[in-house]
């Protein structure tokens, strides 16, 4: 039997709930009732042939309280004159949130709209888009407004999230709703407040003005004759990127790690420094120009992610060379071969041919499905000959 079923009239239903039309019909102001909802009844000959479970479907949709039906007249060569539903309709909204057991829902919607409209209406299109992350957050909606007022209020403020001084709202609640206040914001704040180049929850401090946690890099000394902090030999220092940006010391050559270990087992080697990477992110090595009189070194991956990092860092540093990333080093780790998961599959333009060849054989699977040979498995004798070999070439 495929005639329509209560249950079934209830998920017609049900679905415009899970969308969020109802709710978002409060915020326009539209109603879409009384509401026709879809049915199919029998045919014909079903009415003939079955017509005690045809009579039984009908008394059961119209023991169902919230639906007003519309009937038709048949007439049945035995029983005579009949009557079957043709329509459904669900009257009216308080109706339809009976029937699905919504009211609740409803009355927190409607408050929280309500509160809304009272202090920040320039809202009202977000509670439309997402009337039902709306509803989820119904408990913290009071504490989101307010940090959007705050915000309205000391548009682009130079302080950091931990400063925002309202009762309630401490840094770590926005951080947790960045991407939710990043959408309510682009909405309240005029476009000269945003800036609409820092996209992405990561770039929200940015993106509104506020103070973010300095970018940071940590890099050794290399050269014993280098003093940079005085009474120490080869440290190991971290500074904030605009003060990385302002060193002056006599470094020739830097070499880019992305393994802690490597990082830590440089040796010593005149004129150089070694800083440990940070994988895709190279805006803050980007602002030290000074750079750009070193030999650049990096010792990445052998697989399609290092490729594509390396290739970034050349946007920044165009003579960069890479370091032990070669066939030669993947041939001579067979045994350390590993899989990658989730390989880079993008066209890359700042390859050398060699890097191109290899980076293209590692994408497309030419060698081995997923290959990939972490830094840390290259045997450190292997790494100190090529080291001596690049020393060499001075």
């Known amino acids: 039997m495929t005639w329509t079923t209560p249950k079934e009239l209830k998920a017609q239903l049900a679905r ?79 109706d339809a949130l009976g029937w699905l057991g919504k009211h609740r829902e409803w009355e927190r919607f409607s408050a929280l709209l309500a509160m809304t409209r009272l202090q920040n209406p320039s809202l009202l299109p977000w509670l439309e888009k997402r009337p039902l992350q709306a509803l989820e957050l119904a408990d913290e909606w009071p504490r989101l407004l307010a940090v959007v007022g705050w915000v309205g209020k000391h548009p682009r403020p130079a302080v950091y999230l931990r400063q925002v001084d309202l009762p309630g709202v401490h840094s770590k609640f926005i951080e947790t709703h960045r991407a939710v206040l990043a959408e309510m914001l682009d909405l309240a704040l005029p476009a000269d407040s945003v800036d609409s180049t820092k996209t992405g929850v990561a770039q929200f401090a940015a993106r509104y003005g506020f103070l973010d946690k300095p970018l940071r890099l940590r890099f050794r000394i290399l050269d014993p004759g280098i003093h940079a902090v005085a009474g120490t030999t080869c440290p190991d220092i971290t500074l904030d990127a605009d003060s990385f940006s302002q060193l002056a010391i006599a470094v020739r050559r830097v070499f880019i790690t992305e393994n802690e270990t490597n990082f830590l087992a440089f040796p010593n080697i005149p004129g150089a420094i070694v800083i440990f990477g940070s994988g895709y992110g190279w805006d803050a090595l980007g602002q030290a120009r000074w750079l750009g009189r070193c030999a650049i070194h990096y010792w ?13 860092l050349r946007s920044h540093f165009s003579h960069v060379d890479s370091f032990l990333m070669d066939r030669a080093t993947l041939d001579a780790h067979v045994s350390f071969w590993g899989r990658e998961d989730r390989p880079f599959r993008c066209d890359l333009q700042r390859l050398t041919l060699e890097e191109s060849s290899l980076y293209d054989d590692l994408r497309d699977n030419r060698i081995r499905e997923g290959l990939r040979l972490e830094q840390e498995h290259l045997n450190f004798g292997w790494v100190r000959e090529r080291m001596d070999q690049l020393l060499r070439q001075d």
């Not at 017509?51 to 519309?70: G, K």
């Not at 697989?303 to 290739?311: C, K, Q, R, V």
């Open 16 to 94: 415009l709930w899970d969308r969020g039309e109802l709710l978002r019909d409060v915020v326009t102001g539209s109603t879409r009732f009384p509401l026709r909802l879809t049915i199919k009844g029998p045919a014909s000959a079903e009415i003939t042939e079955r017509f005690d479970a045809v009579r039984s479907w009908a008394a059961e949709l119209a023991s169902i309280s919230p639906l007003r039906l519309e009937w038709r007249e048949i007439r049945h060569r035995v029983q005579g004159l009949q009557s079957l539903p043709s329509r459904v309709w669900i009257d009216s909204l308080e």
């Open 300 to 312: 990445g991956d052998i697989d399609t992610h290092g490729f594509a990092i390396l290739d970034q």
